[in-house]
C-alpha cells in the first residue's frame, strides 16, 4: 500500500500536465516533498467539496454545452492563472476561495488518508488544487477525489429556468451527474471509505438567482409571473431546492453550505432597466428575492431540526454580505458601488478600460458577476465570518464538526 501511493501521485501529475495546466510546474525545479502531520480523528477535515450552483459558481462546465451563456474568452479571466476557464469574473469564484480556504487549513486529500506522509499535490505546484468542472473529460479517477465542480451557467432551481439561454445543467441534471461521479467513486474506494468520504464532504450550493433573472422577471418568455404571486413563487423554488437537497443527503452527502440569493436589484443590469431612481436599487427585484431568502434561512433551521444523522446544514447570507460591501465599500476597500471594470453582455464588451492595480477596487466585473475580489470577500465571510454572515455555523465551523 505504501509503495504504491507515489506511483498515483507521479499520475495525477501527468494527468494535469497533459492538459497543458502546468507549464510553471515543468519549468520550475521540483521542491522536495515535505512530510505533513498525520491526520488522525481528531483532525479538523472535509475529504472533498462538491459544488452545485449557477454562473457565480461555473468553472468550465458551459464550455461543454450549447449555450450562449459562456465565459471562456477574454476579457474573462485576465487575472486567472489560467486565463478565460469559463469562470464569469476576472479571477476566482467563491467556490476557488472556499478550496483554496480548505486546502489551506483543513483539506485531507484521499491519498493522504492513504499514505499518510504524502504532500498535497496542490503544494507540490504551489496553485491550490481547483475542482475540476464536472464536463471535463478529465474529471476523472483520481482527479475527482478533491471533489468535482457541477454548476452551470443559466442553470436554476427549476427545469425550465434559463432555458432562453441554450443548454445548461439544471439542478436536478447536476444532481444526477453528482450520481454519475458517485458510481466513479465506488470504483475507487470500499463502500465503508466511500460511506467515511461523502459524510466527510462539504457540499455548497448557490442557486436561485437565475430562477428570477432568466424565468420570473422576463414575462414574456416565462409565464411563471402570470401564475405565481412573488410569495407563493419562492414557497416553490424552496419546495423544489429541498428536495434536491435531500437527495444529495440521501445518497450519503451531509454537510450542506446552502448559499443565499444577493441583491439582484442592485445589480448594473437591473440598475440598467431604469426602474430604480437614480443611485438606488431595484426594491421589488430586492423584496422578492429576499422572500427566497428568508424562506431558505428557514429551511436551514427546519432541516437541522430534523436531526438527519451526522447532517449539518449552513445558510449562507449573500444578500447581507453583499449588501455590505454595496453600502459600504470603502470598508472594503471598494470605491465605488456601481462601478463596472469591464462591461460585458455575452460577448459585447462596452467598455475597454483595464487596468490590474484597479481591478481590486471593483465590485461587480460585469453586468451580473463580481469580480473576484468581491467573491474573496463573500467566500471569507461564509468561511469565517459571525452567524449574521453565515447561519447558524460557518464552514469552518462545520469542518470541525
Ligand atoms: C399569493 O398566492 C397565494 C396562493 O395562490 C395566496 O394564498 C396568497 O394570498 C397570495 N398572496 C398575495 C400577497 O397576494
Same mark, same amino acid.
Request: proline share 6%; net charge neutral.
Given at each position: ?122 503544494? $507540490? +505546484?504551489?496553485?491550490?488544487?481547483? &475542482?475540476?468542472?464536472?464536463? *471535463?473529460? %478529465? @474529471? =476523472? #479517477? ?114 450542506? $453550505? +446552502?448559499?443565499?440569493?444577493?441583491? &439582484?436589484?442592485?445589480?448594473? *443590469?437591473? %440598475? @440598467? =432597466? #431604469? ?127
Amino acid at each position: 500500500m505504501e509503495t504504491s501511493c507515489p506511483r498515483l501521485l507521479v499520475i495525477s501529475l501527468m494527468v494535469v500536465l497533459s492538459n497543458g495546466v502546468l507549464v510553471v510546474m515543468a519549468l520550475a525545479p521540483s521542491p522536495s516533498p515535505s512530510p505533513l502531520p498525520s491526520p488522525s480523528s481528531s483532525t479538523p477535515q472535509f475529504t472533498a467539496m462538491f459544488a452545485f450552483g449557477d454562473s457565480l459558481t461555473d468553472n468550465g462546465n458551459n464550455n461543454y454545452l450549447s449555450s450562449i451563456a459562456k465565459a471562456n474568452y477574454v476579457p474573462y479571466g485576465v487575472d486567472f492563472y489560467e486565463g478565460p476557464s469559463g469562470r464569469f469574473s476576472n479571477g476566482r469564484t467563491i467556490i476557488d476561495y472556499l478550496a483554496y480556504f480548505l486546502e489551506k487549513y483543513y483539506f485531507i486529500t484521499t491519498i493522504q488518508l492513504h499514505c499518510q506522509n504524502f504532500v498535497f499535490v496542490g503544494d $507540490l +505546484l504551489q496553485i491550490p488544487s481547483y &475542482l475540476p468542472a464536472y464536463a *471535463n473529460p %478529465l @474529471a =476523472t #479517477g483520481r482527479n475527482i477525489l478533491n471533489g468535482v465542480n457541477y454548476a452551470s451557467a443559466a442553470a436554476g432551481i427549476l427545469e425550465e429556468t434559463g432555458r432562453n439561454l441554450g443548454e445548461r445543467f439544471s439542478l436536478s441534471q447536476q444532481v444526477q451527474n453528482f450520481e454519475n461521479t458517485l458510481n466513479q467513486l465506488k470504483n475507487q474506494m470500499s463502500e465503508q471509505e466511500l460511506r467515511e468520504y461523502l459524510k466527510k464532504a462539504l457540499v455548497v450550493m448557490i442557486l436561485g438567482s437565475n430562477d428570477y433573472l432568466n424565468n420570473y422577471l422576463v414575462p414574456y418568455t416565462y409565464p411563471t409571473s402570470f401564475i405565481y404571486n412573488a410569495t407563493a413563487y419562492a414557497d416553490l423554488l424552496i419546495q423544489r431546492y429541498a428536495r434536491q437537497i435531500l437527495a444529495l443527503n440521501s445518497l450519503g452527502l451531509r454537510k450542506f $453550505l +446552502l448559499g443565499g440569493i444577493g441583491p &439582484l436589484g442592485c445589480i448594473p *443590469n437591473q %440598475l @440598467a =432597466t #431604469g426602474l430604480a431612481p437614480t443611485g438606488k436599487c431595484v426594491a421589488y427585484v430586492n423584496n422578492i428575492v429576499g422572500m427566497f431568502n428568508t424562506r431558505l434561512r428557514s429551511l436551514v433551521d427546519q432541516l437541522n431540526s430534523k436531526h438527519y444523522p451526522d447532517a449539518i446544514f449552513a445558510f449562507g447570507n449573500t444578500f447581507g454580505a453583499f449588501g455590505d460591501i454595496l453600502n459600504n465599500p470603502t470598508a472594503y476597500g471598494k470605491t465605488s458601488k456601481i462601478h463596472i471594470l469591464w462591461y460585458v453582455a455575452f460577448g459585447f464588451e462596452l467598455n475597454r478600460i483595464y487596468n490590474h492595480f484597479q481591478q481590486n477596487q471593483y465590485v461587480f466585473w460585469d453586468a451580473f458577476h463580481p469580480t473576484q475580489a468581491a467573491n474573496e470577500i463573500l467566500a471569507r465571510k461564509a468561511y469565517s465570518g459571525p452567524p449574521s454572515d453565515c447561519y447558524p455555523i460557518n464552514v469552518q465551523q462545520m469542518a470541525l464538526m
